[in-house]
């Protein structure tokens, strides 16, 4: 399983919807799914705590703020 966590706080987000279609998308909403304290890695965190009891050793996890593309427009 390929997952993409995306810290989001607002940012538009429908680029999520073109992932290649073995990443599946898992969005940490601040003031959603958490209080909006902290930064990128408090989302980070909150999702690999939840997700933690699935993880296999062949999953592979990327982690992303909910607008990547001012650090990398590809």
Known sequence: MKVL??????EDITWT???LDDWTP???QKDV?????G????SYLH????L???VAPSDTYGFVQGNPFDHCPD
């Open 47 to 50: 999702a690999i705590l939840e």
């Open 39 to 42: 930064r990128e890695p408090t």
């Open 52 to 54: 933690y009891p699935a």
């Open 33 to 37: 799914d958490l209080p909006n304290h």
């Open 5 to 10: 966590v995306v810290a989001r706080y607002g």
């Open 17 to 19: 919807q073109q992932l």
């Open 26 to 28: 898992r969005i940490v």
